[in-house]
């Protein structure tokens, strides 16, 4: 994931905005117009995705086709959109990327990643085939034993945190919601 780069232009006048306190008293910096005066707040944007498993036990990952970490190895997820839940996001998301047949499940992860403003979301998702269609945005979807993961090619630490928490609690036989703050 990247970050955001700031707003440049007025979205409702098209005047370069500044960077300061708004006048109402708000104690932090925002982009103002100087000729319309409009406020653009800029808020913490959502990434939902699902660590999708066969009933063998092998999880689907995705090549990554974009930046950025073009190459390297995701589950599948990306930004959520206006007018869908987060669940119903992490699905879409896992037909794109995938071309999966699978079935959601329940909410395994919640990670806040405040340095970059983003918040992470991961279901369980169960595989109910073994063949894929990936989108454009992936190079290969593959199935991987946890013995098969590729630890050091993965794109994302929510990745990497999701999914050994995912291998640690299906050890341990027990599935519960991971709530991590990642600095
Ligand atoms: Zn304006």
Redesign the pocket.
């Known amino acids: 994931m990247i970050l955001r780069s700031p707003v440049q232009y007025?979205r409702?006048?098209?005047?370069a905005v500044e960077y300061r306190l708004p006048d109402d008293g708000d104690t932090r910096v925002r982009a103002v117009?100087p000729?319309?005066?409009?406020i653009h707040y800029e808020n913490p944007l959502n990434v939902v995705g699902t660590i999708p498993v066969l009933p063998d036990g092998r999880v689907l990952l995705c090549k990554r086709n974009i930046q950025p970490r073009l190459g390297k190895w995701t589950l599948p997820a990306g930004f959520m959109e206006l007018n869908e839940t987060t669940s119903q996001g992490a699905a879409r998301e896992t037909d794109e990327e995938a071309g999966a047949q699978f079935e959601i499940g329940p909410l395994f992860s919640l990670l806040n990643v405040p340095l970059i403003g983003q918040v992470h979301m991961y279901y369980r998702a169960a595989l109910l085939s073994d063949q894929f269609k990936p989108g454009f945005e992936t190079m290969e979807a593959r199935l991987f034993t946890e013995d098969e993961i590729p630890w050091d090619e993965l794109a994302f630490r929510t990745v990497k945190e999701t999914l050994q928490h995912y291998f640690a609690d299906r050890q341990r036989g027990h599935f519960e919601l991971h709530l991590i703050d990642l600095a």
């Open positions: 007025c409702h006048c098209g005047s117009c000729a319309c005066h409009t």
